[in-house]
């Protein structure tokens, strides 16, 4: 059974967040590379766009935090305590963050991308140009890079799509290039 199936099986069909039906796919949450059903949760694409920043966050689409946030399901939690930290200046998400429980390896995974630290305090990737790089941009080498560990070359002008960022560094990033999983330094790729 693939992780779309359960986490399907596992929501009843409902966005895991907001409990929409329709154009429901998973989101694996940041850092987390692999797709699994701890690491994974069912969103509508009104959820997945404001999470990745495609869309302005509606902070009354958010209310229904106020549900998930005591899901059973750790990766839920986890999205909806980082949701919450986004929407802090709201008011009200304080409210709940102060009602909210989180044992200490599951916050410890919640506070990985920083969204509980003030904006001034929160480490930003930026390309060779100084342009901010954000989770799921694509990028482009600017130069050859010889990969560490193995014999392997990735040749300037490749394409690196869907890369992750690196919250304890602001000059790494990963992402997947000739399908292996590398580190790349953030002066050697431009933003697409």
Do not use: F
């Not at 986490?7 to 850092?31: D, G, V």
């Not at 969103?43 to 999470?51: K, W």
């Not at 009200?92 to 509980?116: C, S, V």
């Amino acid at each position: 059974m693939s992780v779309l199936q359960m986490l399907q099986e596992r929501s009843n069909n409902h966005c895991e967040l907001c409990n929409a039906t329709e154009n429901l796919k998973p989101y694996t949450i940041p850092p987390s590379l692999n797709e699994s059903m701890d690491t994974c949760v069912l969103v509508c694409s009104t959820c997945h766009d404001q999470i990745e920043g495609n869309t302005d966050m509606d902070a009354n689409h958010w209310r229904c935090l106020n549900d998930s946030m005591w899901s059973e399901h750790v990766a839920v939690q986890i999205m909806s305590w980082r949701l919450l930290q986004r929407l802090r200046n709201e008011g009200w998400p304080k409210d709940l963050l102060d009602m909210m429980y989180l044992d200490d390896e599951a916050l410890a995974l919640a506070r990985a991308t920083g969204e509980h630290e003030d904006e001034a305090n929160k480490i930003v990737h930026r390309d060779v140009n100084g342009v901010i790089l954000a989770v799921g941009d694509s990028v482009v080498l600017v130069k050859d890079l010889k990969v560490k560990g193995s014999s392997m070359v990735a040749k300037q002008g490749t394409a690196v799509r869907n890369i992750r960022l690196d919250h304890e560094n602001a000059e790494y990033i990963e992402g997947k290039v000739d399908g292996q999983q590398i580190v790349i330094i953030t002066k050697y790729v431009k933003k697409i």
